[in-house]
């Protein structure tokens, strides 16, 4: 199915500057800039699915699909809205399907790209398209076109000049690597490479599969939330760090297992890496509100739970 476009640009708040570091928190009361811990500004108030810094101390952010209740899976409205300290807003994306939003990069050149999936209509179907866009210069660029209606990309990030992304599709989930030219790029190591369903760890192969993906600031490395079985809820979920350089697993956090959980978001930083998620609402078997956020400690590999609640993605320095 498709979504609606939002009929009008938000009123936006003045006064306020995302800073590196910051905590943007999105979810149906809005956007909320989260500072050491503090809230110091709440740009809008309408109903947003995420929210990511714009390299310029404003905000790109993607609606939610339906003002009533946020996606577990990232999909939102089919416009991204820029928007300013100054309150002004303005729409720079539109697209014929609902938008997943991905954290923006910036490239060898100093130019700001946004990241993210779009439904496009291929021979009656709805199918997950990966795009990159010059947040200043010009229009969107087709990276990887998605294989299969039965899913789509749930994490895209940019690494070494090239973007690495997690696409799902009939119970089997890859990690792939495009660069901005839209050819495929070889990695190194490949914890789950296409073709092949899940992860072999030393010792065996217990059919582990990807969800979600994040860059950590130390090597070549990647956090994604591993599920055995090709399962995307359930028991036995971890938070796995790889580095794609070396092939090194750093580490395998287990976390919290408990009925209709979705790991919806993550976002790291040098010392962090928040963790979204939703459990159910309304009676739904799948998760369509947000709980609160865990933090792993990449120094000590605590894993905590805050007092944020939404979908949340850390400004990087």
């Keep these: 199915t498709t979504t609606a ?6 009123e936006v708040a003045t006064g306020w500057e995302v800073r590196p570091g910051d905590v943007l928190l999105a979810g149906l009361d809005g956007i909320t800039i989260v500072r050491d811990g503090e809230t110091v500004a709440q740009p809008v108030t309408v109903p947003v699915q995420t929210a990511v810094g714009d390299g310029n101390g404003g905000i790109v952010a993607l609606p939610t699909e339906t003002p009533e ?7 939102g409205a089919t416009v991204l809205w820029r928007l300013h300290g100054n309150g002004t807003a303005e729409a720079v994306c539109e697209a014929p399907g609902g938008i997943k939003l991905f954290e923006p990069f910036t490239d060898a ?15 009656d179907w709805m199918i997950d398209h990966l795009v990159a866009m010059p947040l200043r210069l010009g229009g969107p660029v087709t990276l990887v076109e998605g294989t299969s209606w039965e899913g789509g990309f749930s994490g895209a990030v940019w690494m070494e000049g090239a973007v690495v992304f997690v696409f799902e599709a009939e119970g089997v989930e890859w990690i792939g690597a495009t660069g901005l030219d839209g050819g495929e790029v070889e990695l190194g190591h490949n ?35 591993a599920h055995p079985d090709g399962a995307i809820i359930g028991p036995e979920t971890s938070l796995m760090l790889f ?9 395998l956090a287990p976390l919290p297992e408990e009925s209709a959980l979705v790991y919806t978001r993550l976002s790291a930083d040098a010392e962090r890496i928040l963790i979204s998620r939703a459990g159910p609402s ?23 739970e805050t007092g944020m609640v939404g979908t949340a993605v850390i400004v990087r320095r």
């Design 243 to 251: 580095d794609l350089g070396t092939g090194e697993e750093t580490s």
């Design 282 to 304: 309304d009676g739904d078997d799948i998760g369509h509100a947000s709980l609160p956020v865990l933090e792993y400690d990449l120094t000590s590999g605590a894993l905590t």
């Design 5 to 10: 476009p939002w009929p009008a640009l938000p």
């Design 191 to 225: 914890p789950a490479p296409l073709l092949f369903q899940g992860y072999c760890r030393a010792g065996g192969c217990p059919g582990w599969s990807v969800h979600l993906l994040a860059t950590v600031p130390y090597g070549y490395q990647i956090a994604t939330v």
């Design 109 to 123: 050149a100093s130019t700001t790209w946004l990241l993210f999936a779009e439904e496009r209509e291929v021979e």
């Design 69 to 75: 209740r946020i996606d577990p899976f990232g999909r």
